[in-house]
């Protein structure tokens, strides 16, 4: 699977952004999707995730109430919603498909089978 992440910019602290990840095949192909996002001199770490059957999602605790995944099945696209974003939300952001958790979506970076290009992410303070 092909999956091409866009969306990015430049925002203002407190302002909104819209990630998508659009998939080269139907979602239900695989089990889950999920949003990562790596800042200079930092380790990628996982942001959100949902189970492409069950629509089961999950946040990491510093986006959770600001941030919010969903997924389009028709479009074969998942979706970030990125509200209220703070300058320490600038990082390139990754999507990606797992093929093995179709119940709770997996957080660990290893988990997942594909991955995006990426789409940069900047919050002006």
């Known amino acids: 699977v092909q999956l091409q992440a866009s969306g990015g910019g430049l925002v203002q602290a407190g302002g909104s952004l819209r990630l998508s990840c659009a998939a080269s095949e139907s979602i239900f192909s695989f089990d889950a999707m999920g949003w990562f996002r790596q800042a200079p001199g930092k380790e990628r770490e996982w942001v959100a995730c949902i189970t492409s059957n069950y629509d089961t999602t999950s946040y990491a605790e510093s986006v959770k109430g600001r941030l919010i995944i969903s997924r389009d099945a028709a479009k074969s696209t998942a979706y970030l919603q990125m509200n209220r974003l703070e300058a320490e939300d600038t990082a390139v952001y990754y999507c990606?498909?797992?093929?093995?958790?179709?119940?709770?979506?997996?957080?660990?970076?290893?988990?997942?089978?594909?991955w995006g290009q990426g789409t940069l992410v900047t919050v002006s303070s």
């Open positions: 990606a498909a797992d093929y093995l958790h179709p119940i709770s979506c997996p957080s660990r970076v290893g988990d997942y089978d594909y």
